[in-house]
């Protein structure tokens, strides 16, 4: 499977990673995007010699701030009728309720902090922009939220590819990005528990 994993970023390429991010970050439907995991995966491929860090990472900092700034402008122009007429099956009225919350906890910063969030990331852009958020404010945290998420992840994780040696790659690519995955998921995983 991590062969899988390495395959398809391989295949992919610089371009299918910058497309993949953008996609999230900007557009309702990439909602089911692996934005974490990806980040960090090329990073740790880029530590290994397989991609150029730098020009993963600046890249990926301009997708993930254009994402942004498309989402933004879509909710800006469209509202949530556009989510209940064509994202329906992808944004639910839960996620939309959820990440609205998430605005009303952590004000403009919540754009910084919903780069970490599956879902909040790609509703967040969105919702600023059917609330009119300020856009220069906006576009500063926005800004923000891009270095340490985009730039940030690939960079922890080409770091990590320095210390894996490149035989073990492939044994210890899943279970470093499985963890990713843990972490992230970890308060949905408790939330389900003590509901349960």
């Given at each position: 499977?991590?062969?899988?994993?390495?395959?398809?970023?391989?295949?992919?390429?610089?371009?299918?990673?910058?497309?993949?991010?953008?996609?999230?970050?900007?557009?309702?439907?990439?909602?089911?995007?692996?934005?974490?995991?990806?980040?960090?995966?090329?990073?740790?491929?880029?530590?290994?010699?397989?991609?150029?860090?730098?020009?993963?990472?600046?890249?990926?900092?301009?997708?993930?701030?254009v994402g942004n700034l498309v989402g933004y402008e879509l909710g800006k122009r469209y509202g949530l009728p556009?989510?209940?007429?064509?994202?329906?099956?992808?944004?639910?009225?839960?996620?939309?309720?959820?990440?609205?919350?998430?605005?009303?906890?952590?004000?403009?910063?919540?754009?910084?902090?919903?780069?970490?969030?599956?879902?909040?990331?790609?509703?967040?852009?969105?919702?600023?922009?059917?609330?009119?958020?300020?856009?220069?404010?906006?576009?500063?945290?926005?800004l923000i939220g891009a270095v340490v998420w985009a730039v940030g992840l690939p960079v922890a994780g080409f770091?990590?590819?320095?210390?894996?040696?490149?035989?073990?790659?492939?044994?210890?690519?899943?279970?470093?990005?499985?963890?990713?995955?843990?972490?992230?998921?970890?308060?949905?995983?408790?939330?389900?528990?003590?509901?349960?």
């Amino acid at each position: 499977m991590v062969l899988d994993v390495v395959g398809l970023i391989k295949s992919v390429g610089y371009l299918g990673v910058f497309s993949i991010i953008f996609t999230e970050t900007g557009i309702l439907f990439g909602v089911l995007l692996p934005g974490d995991t990806l980040l960090f995966a090329v990073g740790v491929l880029a530590g290994q010699g397989l991609f150029n860090i730098w020009y993963m990472v600046l890249g990926c900092f301009v997708a993930a701030f254009v994402g942004n700034l498309v989402g933004y402008e879509l909710g800006k122009r469209y509202g949530l009728p556009f989510v209940k007429k064509y994202a329906s099956k992808f944004i639910t009225e839960d996620h939309l309720e959820k990440t609205g919350h998430f605005f009303e906890k952590y004000g403009n910063f919540g754009i910084v902090i919903a780069r970490f969030v599956p879902v909040a990331r790609t509703v967040a852009p969105f919702l600023a922009g059917v609330i009119r958020m300020d856009y220069r404010d906006y576009v500063i945290y926005s800004l923000i939220g891009a270095v340490v998420w985009a730039v940030g992840l690939p960079v922890a994780g080409f770091y990590l590819g320095h210390l894996i040696p490149p035989e073990a790659i492939d044994i210890l690519l899943l279970p470093v990005l499985a963890i990713i995955i843990l972490i992230v998921a970890w308060p949905y995983i408790t939330k389900f528990l003590v509901k349960k």
